[in-house]
């Protein structure tokens, strides 16, 4: 289970991070005296226009923010229920899970038609084969 702890433990530091670059943008949007002060006048009412990017880096991490306890869920059941038989399994599906939300979130970012929704169903997949392996 080593390797499933692993994974969780960095797709947990990819949630966090995964705001990194809207928040970044959103500073040279609004400038830095506004960014640091707090919102700019009439906000959200009268908000700024961003680049199309940074609304799609922000529903990339809102996504993540949205799967992340499901697969907290079954990578905790799997420690806590699984046994030795089943850890080599769910560290595998655990890193597939890992690599695919790197690859949606770059995807969805930059807005590379028809690759976003394969690669989310990917780590849809790792969740639900994780969670085959407690319950099954």
């Given at each position: 289970m080593e390797i499933a702890f692993t994974y969780l433990a960095l797709s947990?530091?990819?949630?966090?991070?995964l705001w990194t670059p809207y928040i970044v943008g959103r500073l040279f949007?609004?400038?830095l005296p506004t960014f640091l002060t707090g919102y700019p006048e009439n906000f959200p009412k009268e908000e700024p226009e961003t680049p199309l990017w940074m609304d799609r880096a922000k529903r990339a991490h809102l996504n993540m923010v949205e799967t992340m306890p499901a697969f907290v869920a079954v990578v905790a059941a799997a420690g806590l229920l699984g046994d030795a038989s089943i850890a080599e399994s769910v560290g595998t599906w655990a890193k597939v899970f890992f690599f695919a939300r790197v690859a949606h979130a770059i995807v969805y970012t930059l807005g590379?038609?028809?690759l976003r929704t394969p690669v989310y169903l990917i780590s849809w997949a790792a969740i639900l084969m994780i969670g085959a392996q407690v319950v099954l």
């Open positions: 947990g530091i990819l949630t966090v991070l949007v609004w400038g590379i038609p028809g």
